[in-house]
C-alpha cells in the first residue's frame, strides 16, 4: 500500500511538472516593446508600437503584437485614442511541426486621465477592445473585452524614476475574468523625447501565472512643419 501511495504522487508530481513544462509558466519569458508618439497638430497625435514577446527570456517566440492609433488631446490631462492592432500568437510553449499562429485583428477605442499628487503622477487608462481571432483550430470568432489600466510614477531625480502599474482586463462574453498585468520597474529619461524602463510582470490568467522581463523604449516626435522666422 505504501509502495501504491508512493508512486501515485511520483505520476502526480511528473504530470505536474510535464503539464508546467508544457505551458512554459516555470520559464521566464520577455518582452521587447518599443512605443512611439508622434505630433501631427496640436490636438492630434498618432501613436504606434512594437511588442515581440518570447515564452522564455531570449528564445521560443509567443506573440508579435502591431498596434497604432490617433490620439486626439483633449487637453494635457485627458486624451481619447482611435486604433487598430494585429498580433499574431503561437499559443503552446512547444512547438509542433506544421503548428500555424493564431491571427487577431484588433480595433479599439480608449480614454487616458492624468493626475498628480505632489511629485506622484497617475494615469487611467480606460480601453474597449473588438477582437476578431482567426484560430487555425477552432476557427474565427469574435470577442469583446474591456481594459482598466492604472500606472504610478515617481521621479528619483530629473533623469531616473521608479514607475508600476496594474491592469485588469474583463471578458464582455464568457468567462469574465480575463487575466491581471502587475509590472514594476526602473525608468531613465534620455532626454525630454527618448526614455527607457526596465522590469517585471507579472501576468495571471485564470488558470497559469507568467513571470516576464520587460524592456520598453519610449520616443516622441514632431511632425508639425516648424514656422519659419519671417524678417
Same mark, same amino acid.
Given at each position: 500500500?505504501?509502495? $501504491?501511495?508512493?508512486?501515485l504522487?511520483l505520476?502526480?508530481?511528473t504530470?505536474?511538472t510535464?503539464?508546467?513544462?508544457?505551458?512554459?509558466?516555470?520559464?521566464?519569458?520577455?518582452?521587447?516593446?518599443?512605443?512611439?508618439?508622434?505630433q501631427?497638430?496640436e490636438?492630434?497625435?498618432i501613436?504606434? *508600437?512594437v511588442?515581440?514577446r518570447?515564452?522564455?527570456f531570449?528564445?521560443n517566440?509567443n506573440?508579435?503584437?502591431?498596434?497604432?492609433?490617433?490620439?486626439?488631446h $483633449?487637453?494635457?490631462k485627458?486624451?481619447?485614442?482611435?486604433?487598430?492592432?494585429? $498580433?499574431?500568437?503561437d499559443?503552446?510553449f512547444?512547438?509542433?511541426d506544421?503548428? *500555424?499562429?493564431?491571427?487577431e485583428h484588433?480595433?479599439?477605442?480608449?480614454?487616458?486621465?492624468?493626475n498628480?499628487?505632489?511629485?506622484?503622477?497617475?494615469?487611467?487608462?480606460?480601453?474597449l *477592445?473588438?477582437?476578431?481571432i482567426?484560430?487555425p483550430?477552432?476557427?474565427? #470568432?469574435?470577442?469583446?473585452?474591456?481594459?482598466?489600466f492604472?500606472?504610478?510614477t515617481?521621479?528619483?531625480?530629473?533623469?531616473?524614476?521608479?514607475?508600476?502599474? #496594474?491592469?485588469?482586463?474583463?471578458?464582455?462574453? #464568457?468567462?469574465?475574468?480575463?487575466?491581471?498585468?502587475?509590472?514594476?520597474?526602473?525608468?531613465?529619461?534620455?532626454?525630454?523625447?527618448?526614455?527607457?524602463?526596465?522590469g517585471?510582470?507579472?501576468?495571471?490568467f485564470?488558470?497559469?501565472?507568467?513571470?516576464?522581463?520587460?524592456?520598453?523604449?519610449?520616443?516622441?516626435?514632431?511632425?508639425?512643419?516648424?514656422?519659419? #522666422?519671417?524678417?
Amino acid at each position: 500500500m505504501k509502495k $501504491i501511495f508512493l508512486a501515485l504522487i511520483l505520476v502526480a508530481t511528473t504530470a505536474s511538472t510535464v503539464h508546467s513544462q508544457n505551458n512554459g509558466e516555470s520559464s521566464l519569458g520577455a518582452w521587447y516593446m518599443l512605443f512611439t508618439t508622434n505630433q501631427v497638430s496640436e490636438k492630434l497625435s498618432i501613436h504606434a *508600437e512594437v511588442q515581440y514577446r518570447n515564452y522564455e527570456f531570449a528564445d521560443n517566440f509567443n506573440q508579435l503584437l502591431l498596434r497604432t492609433g490617433l490620439n486626439y488631446h $483633449i487637453s494635457d490631462k485627458a486624451m481619447a485614442t482611435f486604433g487598430y492592432a494585429y $498580433i499574431s500568437t503561437d499559443p503552446t510553449f512547444e512547438d509542433p511541426d506544421g503548428e *500555424e499562429n493564431v491571427a487577431e485583428h484588433r480595433i479599439y477605442q480608449q480614454f487616458v486621465l492624468r493626475n498628480s499628487l505632489g511629485k506622484l503622477k497617475f494615469s487611467h487608462r480606460y480601453r474597449l *477592445e473588438q477582437r476578431f481571432i482567426d484560430n487555425p483550430l477552432s476557427g474565427n #470568432d469574435t470577442q469583446h473585452r474591456a481594459r482598466y489600466f492604472l500606472r504610478l510614477t515617481y521621479p528619483l531625480s530629473d533623469k531616473w524614476f521608479l514607475t508600476a502599474y #496594474d491592469e485588469i482586463f474583463i471578458n464582455l462574453q #464568457d468567462d469574465f475574468f480575463g487575466q491581471n498585468r502587475l509590472f514594476g520597474a526602473v525608468g531613465y529619461n534620455f532626454s525630454k523625447n527618448l526614455s527607457t524602463q526596465v522590469g517585471y510582470l507579472k501576468n495571471d490568467f485564470n488558470v497559469n501565472t507568467f513571470d516576464r522581463f520587460q524592456i520598453g523604449f519610449f520616443v516622441k516626435t514632431d511632425l508639425r512643419k516648424k514656422k519659419e #522666422d519671417v524678417d
